[in-house]
């Protein structure tokens, strides 16, 4: 089993900065079959990210996915009040399927 | 519009049997994947496993193997999560997800149905 760790576990940020978020993987992750979801409270996760860099329908560009082989990076530009979350990784690349632990971007 | 719509919040008692749905629209359902993912209460997320409704194979996380059965109607675009004897520790949301790619395996989850909260307790 693939175990994805992400870092680092709670980022205090303002509004306006930019925020970076690790995922680093225990092996390879096959083809960059790696994924990243935004969480609300109280809601179910959504889709910001796949194949490591290419946003999904309807994400704006001020989120940007990277990386490759075991280290992947999530980057919110200039965060805006509503990107305020937990975000989690997860891998698609070998069965089981994973997700790493989040990091809970907050507001400082 | 592709949707999923789950069930409603459950309470349970310890050995009850429970079972929650999924209701696919807007798509052909036979021929995407949908998976079953636990949250625990302010835990992240667990893949238990899919199902492809098409012809209803299935694949579990050995995590919950045996601790839990999927299964399918694809003639009303419907996934089912079903426990026969539930826990307290079974508590949990559980959320299904569409597969985005048709017909593969392996894929990213795009979209996910609402959940449904599951209360086990005495």
């Known amino acids: 089993e693939i175990v994805l760790t992400q870092s680092p576990g709670t980022l205090s940020l303002s509004p306006g900065e930019r925020a970076t978020l690790s995922c680093r993987a225990s092996?390879?992750?096959?083809?960059?079959?790696l994924a990243w979801y935004q969480q609300k409270p109280g809601q179910a996760p959504r889709l910001l990210i796949y194949g490591a860099s290419s946003r999904a329908t309807g994400i704006p560009d001020r989120f940007s996915g990277s990386g490759s082989g075991t280290d992947f990076t999530l980057t919110i530009s200039r965060l805006e009040p509503e990107d305020f979350a937990v975000y989690y990784c997860?891998?698609?690349?070998?069965?089981?399927?994973?997700f790493g632990g989040g990091t809970k971007v907050e507001i400082k | 519009e592709v949707q999923l719509v789950q069930s409603g919040a459950e309470v349970k008692k310890p050995g009850e049997s429970l079972k929650i749905s999924c209701k696919g629209s807007?798509?052909?359902?036979?021929?995407?994947?949908i998976a079953w993912v636990r949250q625990m209460p302010g835990k992240g997320l667990e893949w238990m496993g899919i199902i492809y409704p098409g012809d209803s194979d299935i694949r579990y996380s050995p995590s919950f193997q045996g601790q839990v059965t999927i299964s399918a109607d694809k003639s009303i675009s419907t996934a089912y999560l079903q426990w026969s004897s539930l826990k307290p520790s079974d508590t949990a949301m559980y959320y299904c997800?569409?597969?985005?790619?048709?017909?593969?395996?392996?894929?990213?989850?795009?979209?996910w149905g609402q959940g449904t909260l599951v209360t086990v307790s005495s």
């Open positions: 997860q891998q698609y690349g070998r069965s089981p399927l994973t």
């Open positions: 807007g798509y052909t359902f036979t021929k995407y994947w």
């Open positions: 997800a569409r597969h985005d790619r048709e017909g593969a395996t392996l894929s990213y989850f795009d979209p």
């Open positions: 092996q390879t992750i096959t083809s960059s079959f």
